[in-house]
């Protein structure tokens, strides 16, 4: 409770004082084409970026939190990295957040002790690190580690590289900063961006000859901790502002289009669809979080929660029909927010702009490989060794808070995250194991875990009739009374290279930040 | 979350509050009961007096300006309401958090008798500022600068400030609910500690007894109590914890300080944030706060112990029209109290209305027919209190 205090006192001191000079590239204006981001390609079997990680204040005053990339035509933000199986990533990145007076965040006792990698110091909003989210890459120094890595603003920087599995599944993955205390406010500035594992079409040749778009949906808060208005944004357009109009996506009549969307969000629930003259079309969903589905799935609407991913075929409208891109409402329970329904973007038909927008070239018809060389094969017909129950809870202590937002493994204290707790979970390397999860809250929550994914069993105790392999997944609010929702997943542990100490979180990321979290350790 | 969303939303709907006017109406005499809650508006809040019927039922009779602001929200257990009803006096007092100020109003004449503040760094305008009143002095927490006022209680229900204290939590936390009886005060922090005072010579002095419950020791900080009361005798105090289950700690002041607590769990219900003694001490009322019923448990005066008695069914509008439940208060002053009333926060606020049966041991809660009232001059209530009060 006293650290959403203190939390709220800090931020409060910061947001009056984080005046900086322009750092970030200017966004896109209202209303126009959608741009995918620049594509990084791997060349030679190794993708070797230099990222900046800067931050200014726009004239609205949003605060923006930007990937920044020197490319041959200018400084772009956010870039798409596209890696291969087996592709080596160097990343490399450098923090030259300046803003003034965060000196002020000093004290939040948020920095680890122990091992330190990177920079050390404390913790501030001027910290930063990366987390692959959804990749299947090992949890140390250097590769994908957000609980001993800093990144401080004025240090030489930091290298990443990791090699991305041989049976990583192709699809779409995305990165963004997981410095613990202070997530929400750089992801709310914009700092995330996509990650493209190659080689789809080898396992969903739906996908082939198809133009491929990237939309990464980022949220926008004016002040991410105060509740108000939002703005949801299409590749850093803003999708939904009074008297601005829609993002457009360029489509000729008739086309398909491969769309991969990442929900990169702070806290939307994003229940989308594809609407032709206000109806919603059938869309083929083709993948989730990153893993392809073991057949097309034909459906009205893809729900992606927080961080989620969903990746799927649309077909544009004949020439006269109007056609939208909609993000329906959802609501969070009663002490969640209401995530309201947002035209993400308007379809125009014409073609014209389709080559300039979406530059990757389409898939070619490849060989088909079998989903069973990919990571987590074979998953549902494996014994569970262990099986866990755990819990997402909270508690107010009044309106305006203090709130403390728990995820309890079953039978211990419930408690805060706290840097330099000791793993509440311990397993091996090896170990198959089914979770149960129950949303305790009022409040709908998306459980995440970082370093692999788990296989969907049950929802509400009943079999699902696609066994899908996420690595999010939302778990709807207690309604007061009757029986916790609650997901049954399996955890595969298998994997020797991802031993070591990750975390499981809620991806709300205010509450990932006031500490639902926990720690586990895959020991070797 | 949603509810910091509210809480904004509702600060600025406030802005359209309106006056409401009925009738009163008498019960027991001449001398008319009502329910009173601190509208707790932005810019313009008031008190609105509901008239108590033979049954329990509520009537809006007026809402009196205070032409003070309130905050529309807070700490749940923070008291904005209090009466006082002596041989000479008897008045409603209620605070404004947004300016700082407590208004008095005669509850004969319904007119606003005086207003006061308190000192110049006393503050409650993030969470409110609780009252407690023991005949002759009025007591303010004000949340923000962790004080407590001390006021003389003055003829016309004015007041007068005397004086002030700072207070903490031993983890730093901030006064969040207070309770007199008699000369004893209870406070809790809302960080896991509590204390008493001695009030006998009007400003409260520590007892020295300020400690951390024994329930928030055992959760690691994960449940603390809130809310508070007193038994008539003075012997418990009864702590309602802020806890993801139904916690309820008692602690033995029969020494003259709060021994150590021990913790009662009685149910899965969200909070016990706001908790009310049966008039007769055999029930203890908890608004499950973050949920949608009411809890009563069996409460033994003479042991200090509790056990789990029963819920009422999901109070009507929950999440559609209000999400938390707040204060407790009764229709009656003797037995089980025979209607509790809760505060219902929404947009507008409502007020719940339970009735309570009874025997050998076993109780039931229903929700009564024509259960919820509205109350249109609050986008943000939280606290309620009865006249004539309970004795203790």
Known sequence: MRRFSKFLVAISMCGSSLLAAAQCPSRPSSGTVVQDALSLYSQNGTLNADFTMGYSVDTFGYSHYCYKYQSTDGIVEAPTLRLKQGDTLLLNVKDDIKTTGADSMGGMDMTPTGAVCGDSGTATVQSTNVHFHGLNVPPICHQDDVLTTLIQPGSPGFQYKMQIPANEPPGLYWYHPHVHGFTEFQVNGGAAGALVVEGMEKFRPEVTGLTERVFVVRQQYLVPWVPGPYQLTLNFQVAAAPGAPSPIIDMKPGEKQFWRVANATLQDFTPLQFWVNGVAQPIQLIALDGYPLAAPRTLNTVLVPPAGRAEFIVQAPAVGASAQFVSLNYSTGPTGNQDFEQVLANVELT???????????????????????????????????????????????????PIQFYITVDGQKQKVFEANEKPVITTKVGAVEDWIIENRALETHAFHIHQIH??????????????????????????????????????????????????????????????????????? | MRMLVVFWLQRLAALTAGLCVLSGFAMGGSQPSYLITNDDAAFVSGITF?????????????????????????????????VLDNSSEQCVYASNAAIGNIVGIDINTLVVGGSAGGSS????????????????????????????????????????????????????GFIDAMVVTGNTMVVTYGDGSIESFNVASGAPVSNGDEQNSTGYVVSQGSSYPTAVEITKDGHFAIFGDTSTSTLVEVSDMSSGKLAKTTV???????????????????????????????????????????????????????????SYLADLALATNSGTGGTIYVAEYGAPSSIGMVQVSSSGGQCTLQEVSGSPVSDPNSNGLLSIAPFPPRTF
């Open chain 1, 351 to 401: 073609g014209s702009a389709a080559a300039s927008a979406a530059p990757v070239k389409p898939a070619q018809p490849a060989k088909q490989a079998s989903s069973e060389s990919l990571m987590f094969a074979g998953l549902k017909d494996l014994p569970a060794t262990t099986t866990r129950k755990s819990y997402f809870s909270e508690e107010f202590g009044g309106t305006n808070g």
């Open chain 1, 454 to 524: 788990f296989l969907m069993e049950e929802v509400d105790g009943k079999p699902v009739p696609n066994p899908d392999l996420r690595d999010t997944i939302e778990i709807p609010y207690w309604s007061g009374s009757g029986p916790y929702h609650s997901v049954k997943v399996r955890m595969d542990f298998r994997d020797p290279t991802i031993a070591g100490t990750f975390v499981f979180h809620c991806h709300i990321l205010l509450h990932e930040d006031l500490g639902m979290m926990h720690k586990i350790l895959v020991e070797p």
């Open chain 2, 50 to 82: 509901y008239t108590i019927g033979t049954t329990g039922l509520l009537k809006l009779k007026k809402e009196v300006s205070t032409s003070a602001a309130g905050i529309a929200g807070g700490y749940f257990p923070t008291n904005r309401v209090v």
């Open chain 2, 121 to 172: 760094t006393d503050s409650g305008s993030a969470n409110g500022i609780g009252l407690a009143v023991n005949g002759n002095y009025l007591y303010a927490s004000f949340t923000s600068s962790n004080t407590i006022g001390t006021f003389q209680v003055q003829s016309g229900c004015s007041l007068t400030f005397l004086s002030d204290i700072s207070v903490a939590g031993l983890q730093g």
């Open chain 2, 264 to 322: 009662f769990s009685l149910g899965h219900g969200i909070n016990s944030s706001n908790i009310l003694l049966s008039p007769d001490e055999t029930l203890l009322y908890i608004s499950n706060t973050q949920g949608d019923s009411i809890t009563a448990a069996t409460f033994n005066a003479t042991t200090g112990t509790l056990a789990a008695g029963c819920t009422s069914g999901r109070l009507k509008g929950y999440s559609v029209s209000w």
